[in-house]
């Protein structure tokens, strides 16, 4: 594979963790000096008592960092121009030493999975990455909230980042910890992930919702909330809200504290909620919706239209509607609810600026697709049942 002076990205995928040393020996010693972009990936760790190069980035408590090798780290050499770190595991959380915040000092795109945000390490990491454009953390299966006393952690500020992606598998107090911890002024992309609907919040849930829309995690309804408080990210332009199980009044909240962003993935009811208030969020001008149905679409787009605040594209599964570049241009000037409407072209699913279908086909797509995942389904928090993960959401 040639000398690692000549790699400029690496992908490496062990299926057990044993086979990790003779690489690390490697990599260690042999510095890849241009290397700009890492993926580590392992999917089985295995814990021998009596080698501790099984715990190289791994550890069932912190304080096994003190036991390890420093020569036995995965990153124990230095990475002058690397600038992407992906690093993922399916049986272990990821610890962070000291050693990495002086070895990794040039990132602009860093995703772990899962994540340790407990962790001082990974906040000296940060730390020592001001430059940082793009953070994914990941919770995984392997949180443990008294690993350490989060309130020890100082918060981080990145003021370079602009795109923030948090996946938690059941916790919202977790999520709340890593916001708060990461201070981002000038975000403009935010996701907030979680694969576990049915367990996800409670009032941690209404606390994350509280921290979001006026940057406290006391909740509003406790009587403590200030109204002086400001949003968490005033900069933020995209929100992917799909994963995000929230109530409506919670739901509402945020679009209220975000009247400034342009782009917005909702589940289907959560657009529903939103066009009950059509003059929330003004400047929106994509909302993508996977799973609503073509009479859905257009009930949102009249009910915009006429509240003077018409939006220039709705995407959905199987195709879009969305106003033509000419009328985008003069998108101020459009008028009545009945001209903007007439307006709007139906594009089936292609990439292409030309209109590519009309109504009869975008139906039909829709319809194919619901039908090929009709048995999938999700827990519904406003009137807590099961729904049908399309339809019923």
């Given at each position: ?240 809200t799909f994963h995000f199980p929230c109530r409506k009044k919670e739901f509402t909240d945020l679009m209220k504290s975000m ?70 241009k003069n998108f101020d000037s459009v008028g009545n609810c009945g001209k903007t409407m007439s307006q709007y072209e139906y ?47």
């Amino acid at each position: 594979m040639g000398g690692a002076n000549r790699w400029r990205s690496l992908l490496v995928r062990f299926p057990e963790s044993d086979l990790l040393p003779m690489f690390i020996g490697y990599l260690n010693n042999n510095s890849p000096a241009y290397l700009r972009l890492l993926h580590f990936e392992c999917a089985s760790w295995s814990f021998n008592q009596t080698d501790d190069t099984d715990q190289l980035i791994l550890a069932d408590d912190l304080e096994d960092i003190v036991r390890i090798n420093p020569s036995h780290f995965l990153l124990g050499s230095s990475f002058p121009r690397l600038r992407v770190l992906e690093l993922a595991s399916f049986s272990g959380s990821f610890i962070f030493p000291p050693q990495w915040a002086s070895l990794l000092t040039t990132l602009r795109v860093l995703s772990i999975t899962p994540s340790s945000p407990y962790s001082t390490g990974l906040t000296g990491l940060l730390r020592s990455n001001p430059q940082l454009e793009s953070l994914s953390l990941q919770s995984g299966d392997f949180y443990r909230p008294n690993i350490q006393d989060h309130s020890t952690i100082q918060p981080v500020l990145l003021s370079a980042l602009r795109s923030l992606y948090i996946s938690a598998v059941d916790n919202a107090t977790w999520v709340i910890h890593v916001l708060s911890t990461i201070k981002a002024p000038n975000l403009t992309q935010l996701t907030i992930q979680s694969f576990n609907r049915c367990v996800f919040g409670g009032n941690a849930r209404e606390e994350l919702v509280s921290y979001l829309a006026y940057g406290s995690n006391t909740s509003i309804g406790s009587g403590n909330w200030d109204s002086t408080y400001a949003p968490a990210y005033p900069s933020l332009k995209s929100f992917n809200t799909f994963h995000f199980p929230c109530r409506k009044k919670e739901f509402t909240d945020l679009m209220k504290s975000m009247p400034q962003i342009t782009h917005l993935i909702a589940r289907r009811k959560q657009a529903e909620w939103l066009s009950e208030a059509p003059w929330m969020v003004p400047t929106l001008e994509l909302l993508e919706v996977p799973h609503i149905c073509i009479d859905g679409a257009m009930k949102i787009l009249r009910l915009r239209a006429e509240a003077s605040t018409p939006i220039q594209s709705i995407k959905f599964q199987g195709g879009s509607i969305r106003l033509p570049t000419s009328c985008v241009k003069n998108f101020d000037s459009v008028g009545n609810c009945g001209k903007t409407m007439s307006q709007y072209e139906y594009h089936s699913h292609a990439i292409t600026t030309e209109v590519t279908g009309d109504l009869k086909s975008v139906q039909q797509r829709l319809e194919d697709f619901s039908k090929e995942y009709e048995d999938r389904s999700e827990y519904d928090l406003e009137d807590n049942r099961r729904d049908e993960f399309f339809d019923g959401d």
